[in-house]
């Protein structure tokens, strides 16, 4: 895959923003998406703190370090406890590049039921084929939470954060998208189908076992950028202020 830009991962990450507040997965001003920018001085982008997700541009973006701290001058504030879960894992996961956490109500729901994620769907079998969970600490402020989270994230895609809400990573922007996108599907699915009041029929294990492999089929091998291209025009039709 060839490496993107500084410029392009500005409005990859811009686009993320957009697409989260178009889908009705940010919380105001809470949560954070960031991209790891592409050298060696463990630089990343995050949203500037206070900006509704659907006011975020290209050039808002403020350009921080592993510890949260502004390298570059900017007008706009940062929230360095914000980075806390996102610094943890772009420490840990050279991998990855995009680390997406939201609060959403079915997110939340699903990560308060003891049993987590139940295989019932097609979208939460995908979702289980890379998902871990992470015990409720209290708002991610302390560094010592930080090996923790590692460890339960591991080398999967997704975490679903007890009491808290989810978190995905990807390679690129749009893999931790649609990752997320699943993820927060599956979610819904599972509760409006307990609202049913009947007994749910799980998904076969051997079927669960398989998806993993299936997964890369369905996209073509090319992850996120299935469908990463087709969401671009979206938002262009929708705002094209995002590129800014």
Sequence with gaps: MTPRSEKELRVDLAACYRLVAHFGWDDLVFTHISVRLPGPD???????????????????????????????????????????????????????????????PAGVAVSAQTAGLLPISQQSTIALASLGYHAYEGI????????????????????????????????????????????????????????????????????????KQNIAIVTKGLGGNIAWPALLRKLRKLDPSFER
């Design 42 to 104: 463990h630089h990343f982008l995050i949203n500037p703190y206070g900006m509704l997700f659907d006011e975020i541009t290209a050039s808002s973006l403020v350009k921080i370090d592993l510890h949260g701290n502004k390298v570059e001058p900017s007008e706009h504030p940062i929230n360095p406890a914000g980075f806390v879960i996102h610094s943890a894992i772009h420490a840990a996961r050279e991998d990855i590049s995009c680390v997406l956490h939201v609060h959403t």
């Design 140 to 211: 991610a402020l302390s560094d010592a939470e930080k090996p923790r989270l590692v460890a339960d994230l591991g080398t999967s895609n997704a975490l679903i954060l007890r009491n808290h809400g989810l978190l995905t990573v990807g390679e690129t922007v749009a893999d931790a998208f649609l990752w997320m996108f699943n993820l927060q599907r599956a979610c819904e699915i599972q509760l409006l189908a307990q609202s049913g009041g009947t007994e749910l029929t799980n998904v076969d294990p051997r079927i669960v076992a398989g998806v």
